[in-house]
């Protein structure tokens, strides 16, 4: 029963976190057919969105296990927030450049020459598009865990399910 519990708390933190990742990215990809649409280019992106997600949720999960050590755990929490941000951001960009690059090999004679061409082309601007985005949502969500962290447990939806404060207030000086 005890695994059975912490089996199903890590698909509830998956979840939650991915749920969060593909609202953010699926906001991006509507933006980005609106503006295509001008254009009168169709574009989808609902699997990539939903994968992407998925995959930022469970690669950000995993690097919140790793520390990053004993001068960043005495600073305020905003150093660990920045730091995070900056090397979560810094793989993104390094994915999405090997993914356009990988997209685009059939342009180029080898993988190596692939990256060239992805960064001196115009595939750079959708590699910089997509990793401002995700650097945006990396960042509020990593500023959320720190919040989370200083109320506890449920502390977020407490604070914004809750009645009014005052409400509150005056519930508890009855």
């Known amino acids: 029963m005890k695994i059975l519990k912490k089996i199903l708390e890590e698909i509830k933190i998956i979840l939650r976190t991915a749920t969060y990742f593909a609202i953010v990215f699926l906001l991006m990809m509507v933006m ?7 254009y009168n280019i169709e574009f989808t992106g609902l699997s990539q ?19 990053l050590g004993p001068w960043v755990q005495r600073q305020p929490p905003i150093v660990d927030v920045i730091i995070r941000t900056l090397l979560y951001t810094l793989g993104v960009l390094i994915v999405v450049v ?17 990256i060239s061409y992805v960064l001196s082309h115009r595939d750079i601007y959708h590699v910089w598009a997509t ?3 995700a650097a945006g949502s990396i960042l509020v969500y990593n500023a959320f865990s720190v919040v989370q ?26």
């Not at 980005?32 to 001008?38: A, F, P, R, T």
């Not at 090997?98 to 692939?114: C, N, P, Q, V, W």
């Open 131 to 133: 990793t401002i985005g």
């Open 32 to 38: 980005k057919k609106l503006y295509l649409e001008d």
């Open 149 to 174: 962290r200083t109320m506890g447990k449920n502390g977020l939806a407490k604070l914004f399910f809750s009645k009014s404060l005052n409400q509150v207030e005056h519930l508890q000086s009855k």
């Open 49 to 67: 969105a939903i994968i992407g997600a998925l995959v930022m949720a469970k690669v950000i999960i995993l690097m919140e296990l790793i520390s």
């Open 98 to 114: 090997l993914e356009k690059a990988f997209e685009d090999r059939h342009k180029a004679t080898g993988y190596g020459e692939a």
